[in-house]
């Protein structure tokens, strides 16, 4: 099976190829992931404007990987920006949001959840992510570190200390069982089994477990519903005959 992991934004290339190199520990042998990087979008993704900025790139990547034949797409951000959308326009691509996987099993892995965000600003955006999977009964906490993206990777001792004190709280004060990791970047500096074992708790990495869920569908054959998310009415109608002619430069 193939798989593409989507960055919906800037990147440097060795900071991508280090991603990719830890991807490809996570599969299965039999599995190829590829990470691509779309060729335009933020620098960071830290607010919804950012989010509705990343889309466009991120659709051309996922229509480009699925022409050439990759089984699923996993959409490289917490807050899945135009998962609904990729879900549309696909046809026989597999499409994986990594918050809403990791939302899924933190709530099957435990009775309330806590997220854990880079900053307290994205409150509402867990929020409203919980309704859409389904799942916003058991949220219980949203935690925020207040480290900007483009830094945590210089304050890995910093993000563990604030994640442990704070998750501390929520499991004492709001009953937290389980948390789920809603940053790509804290997902790669792979922190998850750290934070595990200091908190006592399920936590769940939210890049791992959209890979590894990709791959069990997969072999089950399945993938979203179509009539969920169907294609869109001028493509089915031949009102348009691509994507692209859904938007009209002037």
């Given amino acids: 099976m193939k798989i593409v992991y989507i960055v919906p934004g800037k990147m440097e290339a060795d900071e991508a190829a280090r991603r990719e190199r830890i991807l490809r520990s996570w599969a299965d042998a039999q599995t190829y992931v590829e990470l691509a990087v779309a060729a335009n979008g933020p620098r960071s993704i830290e607010c919804m404007y950012e989010e509705y ?112 004190q704070a998750a501390g709280r929520a499991i004492r004060e709001k009953h937290v069982d389980a948390l789920a990791i809603g940053c790509m970047t804290m997902a790669f500096m792979e922190v998850d089994r750290e934070l595990g074992n200091a908190l006592g708790i399920p936590v769940v990495n939210p890049a791992k477990a959209a890979l590894k869920l990709a791959e069990a569908l997969l072999n089950c054959g399945l993938m979203h519903s179509k009539r969920a998310f169907p294609q869109p009415v001028k493509l089915r109608t031949g009102l348009a005959s691509s994507y692209r002619e859904l938007y009209v430069h002037e």
């Fill in 53 to 164: 900025l990343s889309i466009p790139g991120a659709v051309e990547v996922a229509m480009r990987k699925e022409e050439e034949g990759f089984d699923a797409a996993i959409l490289g951000c917490g807050g899945d920006p135009g998962l609904d959308a990729i879900r549309e326009l696909t046809t026989r691509m597999l499409v994986l949001g990594p918050g809403e996987t990791s939302f899924h099993i933190a709530a099957m892995l435990g009775h309330r959840f806590g997220v854990l965000k880079t900053n307290g600003d994205r409150f509402f955006s867990s929020v409203e992510l919980a309704f859409r999977a389904g799942v916003s009964e058991k949220l219980a906490e949203v935690i925020g570190v207040d480290i900007p993206v483009l830094e945590m990777q210089k304050s890995r001792g910093k993000i563990i200390e604030t994640v442990v």
